[in-house]
């Protein structure tokens, strides 16, 4: 399976600015997508970053707030913009691969970036 | 009615036993499950997938579906302290590829 670094592992930020989160996957992938993980929730998706073209965002999630950039099939950022203590969270880079058949889709998850906003 | 539903837990058993964890689904047209172990500060990691009905083993874990009544369950068998962690069942719902996570049950494994 591929193998994600995601950066930062943490970070302490300020209410109001924003933060970028960057994904380095191991090998060329088609599926990535990230997620956010609030504390003793399930993880939630917020958007399908497309390479070369702008992300896929799922409701509730808004390209404004979580601008994400694909330039290439090994990598990807994502941005918290504006934040506020309600985005304190694990957010997580994923990649997919495809299942024993077409629909599935068995993913890989990065480390994870855990951020605290002030 | 939530996607996919998890009991937190957390469930406790002791160190040999079986531990089962248990997941329900909405979709009924949903067509693959997967069971993810995550441990405290790390990310999801695949555990096993399941297609079709019936159970599916790999060592000391079986998955069990059951489309009909619309559950999907993990049974750890000779559980260790190391099966500590909590394990999300993920769907995926009929048409889509992106599958959908549930909170997640917390096992604790005691010696």
């Known amino acids: 399976s591929a193998v994600i670094s995601q950066k930062p592992s943490r970070d302490i930020c300020q209410r109001g600015t924003s933060l970028t989160i960057q994904c380095q996957v191991d090998s060329q992938v088609t599926m990535m997508f990230w997620y956010r993980q609030q504390p003793g929730q399930s993880l939630t998706l917020i958007a399908t970053?497309?390479?070369?073209?702008?992300?896929?965002?799922e409701s509730g999630f808004v390209i404004d707030k979580f601008p994400i950039s694909r330039p290439n099939l090994t990598f990807s950022t994502l941005t918290v913009s504006n934040m506020s203590p309600e985005d304190s969270s694990i957010y997580l880079c994923s990649v997919g691969a495809a299942g024993a058949f077409a629909g599935a889709n068995v993913l890989t998850f990065g480390a994870g970036s855990r951020l605290t906003v002030l | 009615q939530k996607e996919v539903e998890q009991n937190s837990g957390p469930l406790s058993v002791p160190e040999g036993a079986i531990a089962s964890l248990n997941c329900t689904y909405s979709?009924?047209?949903?067509?693959?499950f997967f069971w993810y172990r995550q441990y405290s500060g790390k990310s999801p990691e695949l555990i096993m997938f399941i297609y079709s009905n019936g159970d599916k083993e790999d060592g000391r874990f079986t998955a069990q579906l059951n489309k009909a009544s619309q559950y999907v369950s993990l049974l750890i068998r000779d559980s260790q302290p190391s099966d500590s962690a909590t394990y999300l069942c993920a769907v995926n719902r009929g048409g889509s590829y992106i599958p959908t996570f549930g909170r997640g049950t917390s096992l604790i494994v005691h010696p």
């Open positions: 970053a497309n390479q070369g073209s702008e992300a896929t965002y």
């Open positions: 979709d009924r047209g949903s067509q693959s």
